[in-house]
């Protein structure tokens, strides 16, 4: 975690485990005369000691952080720091995240794909007090409020976690569990148990079933995006899993 000063200005705390974004980031707010950076931090604790210590105005959350779970971050900052306003910055593609980022307390999304002007423009909407998404997702949202009034959800963006989203897409794209590991930096072992957890939630008998669902899942929601080169390298049949 690094802290800077504020100088009376909005405070912006970024949370991102890559610094190149976060460097990126922050030299887009500091062309703004009314925004600074006023902490940095790579993981939900540091973010929580940050908000501590700086008192933050906004939170620009990845959801993917280093040994955490962003959606668990947005819900601590609104369960223990309401006045704190937070902003999605994610690769991951809104139409599976972005709902369940604003039921946790988050007040907008964007995908990092966007061009810097659109971020501010959503750093600017969410500071204004208005949720930020896209059309396209605010028109998803309608359309599945229609078609399903009043009935609670049984598909997978729903049943699982950040985390099980995280490990489930990538079994449908045939990447192995130690591919699935390295990807998302945690332990093989981790990956099984999110992987019984899945099947457990999900009511799937064995790792055919789970392999045929999340394949399922992909296909049904445009989900089989091109993995950045480093992953794409990992990507092997799944035998036994």
């Not at 700086?54 to 668990?72: W, Y």
């Not at 223990?80 to 902003?87: A, D, E, G, N, Q």
């Not at 204004?128 to 998803?140: C, D, K, M, P, T």
């Not at 959800?153 to 699935?180: H, K, M, N, W, Y």
Request: hydrophobic residues 45%; charged residues 25%; proline residues 4%.
């Amino acid at each position: 975690m690094s802290i800077k000063s504020g100088n009376r200005r909005t405070r912006v705390l970024l949370v991102d485990d890559h610094a190149l974004i976060r460097m990126g980031l922050r030299e887009t707010l500091s062309r703004e005369p009314d925004l600074a950076v006023c902490a940095e931090a790579e993981d939900r604790a540091g973010a929580l000691a940050a908000i501590e210590v700086t008192r933050p105005d906004l939170a620009i959350v990845d959801l993917g952080l280093k040994n955490s779970d962003g959606i668990a971050l947005i819900k601590d900052i609104h369960d223990l720091h309401p006045r704190v306003l937070t902003l999605v910055l994610s690769m991951h593609d809104e139409s599976l995240y972005a709902e369940r980022a604003i039921r946790a307390g988050a007040s907008g999304y964007i995908c990092k794909q966007e061009a810097p002007a659109k971020v501010m423009e959503a750093v600017r909407k969410v500071l204004a007090g208005e949720i930020y998404w896209s059309e396209r997702l605010a028109a998803q949202v309608a359309s599945k409020v229609a078609r399903s009034p009043g009935r609670a959800s049984d598909c997978p963006a729903d049943l699982l976690s950040e985390r099980e989203l995280q490990v489930f897409e990538p079994i449908g794209s045939g990447i192995s569990t130690s591919g699935i590991a390295a990807i998302l930096h945690i332990a093989v072992s981790t990956v099984e148990s999110y992987r019984a957890r899945i099947k457990e939630k999900m009511n799937l008998r064995d790792a055919g079933e789970l392999l045929q669902a999340a394949i399922r899942w992909n296909v049904a929601n445009g989900n089989c995006r091109q993995l950045p080169s480093r992953e794409a390298d990992l990507r092997k049949p799944l035998a036994g899993r």
